[in-house]
């Protein structure tokens, strides 16, 4: 593997969508998973991972 960096936030979905607004993007879509790379051990399934697209607004 080449590609062994990794950098991470940690951030919640809400202040990741107000800086979006703030900086003038509108939020075209949010989507929250369940599953994915991040799995968390067996039990109730919760959102661990979502997937966002942001386009300039006007």
């Known amino acids: 593997m080449t590609a062994t960096v990794t950098v991470e936030w940690r951030h919640g979905v ?11 993007l509108r939020v075209e879509f ?4 369940d599953r ?3 799995r ?3 039990g109730p ?4 991972v979502y997937s966002l697209r942001a386009a300039k607004a006007g």
Request: net charge negative; hydrophobic share 50%.
């Open 14 to 24: 809400g202040d990741v969508v107000t800086a979006l607004a703030a900086a003038g």
């Open 45 to 48: 399934r919760v959102p661990v």
């Open 40 to 42: 968390l051990p067996a």
């Open 36 to 38: 994915g790379h991040f």
């Open 30 to 33: 949010l989507h929250e998973h």
